[in-house]
């Protein structure tokens, strides 16, 4: 039978007003869950991102002049809106990503709205240093100063999640934004600028949708002073050599490949419990996802045989399903990847459980473990941004930090031991921009989220975050 269902129609939103791409050129939209069309957004191009631009610099002038408590009366205001618009933001983000609805609002939505009541308060304790004079009869004062217009491009993982920890740190510190969300999820970003635009000057906040190279015109255009970036290595490199050519500022957060070193003294069922869970959240679409799991050669087997028991129980199905445990993969060409990277394992590797996609409408997997890898197989170094999660083994405490180190990414891990010496050294060890202790993947808005080597650098979230969004100027007297 067809399905009647009207589409859905997403407009950028530029200078307070929602509007099509100037071209009229549009983008299916395509719900990850059916895989059927649910949609359009603008294909917006040079003019949309010019346009966008006049807004943003038409309104810096304005917004840059406010005082902290201004900023951060209108972030409050802007998360109390999404908090009584939680189930309109939820059915946007479900329908353009397919994970679960219970889940988004019970975990998701919560730390979303914590995020930009964070950044409203912190808008109002940026550091400074205390008035010296450091030569005779002169006095130095530092001020720190929004940078101007930032750019900002966020991936479809978690879109409205990364819109947030990009968008809300650049307005307390008093910038302008244009923020390109995914071209695959812009339906919450949209929303969320619509929603903020009751409380900022028109301007502010503008999203412009569309594709790669909507992007590249937005990190090239002359007004930007920064850009800011959440998605794969490859694209972090890319537009770092586009933005070089102006010397924008940049912030990348980008790959990730999480080691989990798991210790002979560990609490295993802990380790089973937390790990079945975490590292098929999102169906494994998450830059800090566990998905490179360590285990000390006497407890390998065990943890092994316990661990993909319980992956073997994740279910994988619809949103409003509540015995969902994860949605589908979010695009027909991530499936392929995920799909690649096991149809090209060695010999020597073994699927433990899993390593199927679903025979249904959509763009569904199944949880799988791979056994039996070695350090230089491409599902080892790659990151597979999947529900797929490789066990290797390791003899000595300077074998799980080689294994543990030797990829190119370095974004997150986590150590699983009762010995705080070895917690302690692990976490020196472990070449990572976060590093947890018997738990892998809790965020917490006051502390910062970034990566080493080409995971990136600058931090989301935390004070450090709001730095980053600022310039230092020293004035002397």
């Excluded at 889940?103 to 964070?118: G, S």
Aim: include cysteine; proline fraction near 6%; glycine fraction near 8%.
């Amino acid at each position: 039978m067809a399905d009647h269902t009207p589409l859905t129609t997403v407009l950028n939103h530029i200078g307070g007003k929602d509007v099509p791409a100037a071209s009229g050129a549009t983008l299916r939209l395509i719900d990850p869950a059916t895989g059927r069309v649910h949609g359009t957004a603008p294909l917006s191009g040079a003019d949309d991102v010019d346009a966008a631009h006049r807004a943003a610099q038409d309104a810096f002038e304005g917004w840059s002049a406010t005082t902290p408590v201004q900023r951060q009366t209108a972030l409050l205001r802007i998360a109390d809106a999404m908090e009584r618009q939680a189930d309109t933001l939820a059915s946007a983000e479900v329908t353009d990503t397919g994970k679960p609805r219970a889940l988004f609002l019970a975990d998701e939505l919560p730390a979303i709205v914590d995020v930009v009541r964070y950044f409203a308060g912190a808008a109002r304790n940026l550091p400074g240093a205390a008035a010296m004079e450091y030569a005779p009869g002169r006095t130095s004062v530092l001020r720190r100063e929004p940078v101007g217009v930032c750019a900002q491009i966020t991936p479809w993982n978690y879109p409205l999640m990364m819109a947030v920890w990009k968008v809300a740190p650049a307005l307390a510190a008093g910038n302008t934004v244009i923020l390109k969300p995914s071209d695959t999820t812009p339906s919450s970003a949209t929303l969320l600028a619509r929603l903020a635009a009751e409380h900022l000057p028109p301007g502010a906040l503008n999203v412009v949708c569309g594709d790669r190279d909507t992007g590249r015109h937005l990190v090239v255009h002359p007004g930007v002073r920064q850009v800011a970036v959440t998605g794969s290595v490859r694209a972090g490199q890319q537009i770092a050599v586009a933005a070089a050519a102006d010397l924008k500022r940049l912030h990348l957060e980008l790959g990730g490949n999480a080691p989990v070193v798991i210790h002979e003294d560990a609490d295993l069922d802990e380790a089973v419990e937390q790990l079945s869970s975490l590292a098929f959240y999102n169906a494994g679409q998450d830059c800090t996802a566990a998905t490179r799991i360590l285990v000390h050669h006497r407890i390998h087997d065990a943890f092994l045989a316990a661990f993909a028991q319980r992956a073997g129980q994740q279910v994988s199905g619809d949103p409003d399903d509540p015995d969902t445990d994860f949605g589908p993969l979010n695009n027909a060409a991530q499936l392929a990847s995920v799909r690649r990277l096991l149809a090209s394992l060695p010999d020597h590797a073994e699927v433990v459980t899993g390593g199927a996609a679903l025979v249904r409408p959509g763009f569904f997997h199944q949880a799988t473990v791979v056994a039996g890898v070695g350090q230089e197989d491409e599902i080892v170094q790659s990151e597979v941004f999947g529900p797929v999660v490789t066990v290797q083994s390791f003899t000595h405490e300077s074998e799980a930090f080689h294994l543990a180190n030797s990829v190119p990414q370095g974004l997150a891990a986590s150590v699983w031991t009762r010995d705080h010496d070895r917690a302690m050294r692990a976490s020196r060890a472990m070449r990572a921009g976060i590093v947890w202790v018997n738990t892998h993947g809790t965020t917490v808005s006051e502390m910062p989220h970034g990566g080493v080597r080409h995971s990136g650098y600058g931090s989301d979230l935390s004070l450090t975050g709001l730095l980053d969004y600022t310039q230092v100027k020293h004035v002397m007297l």
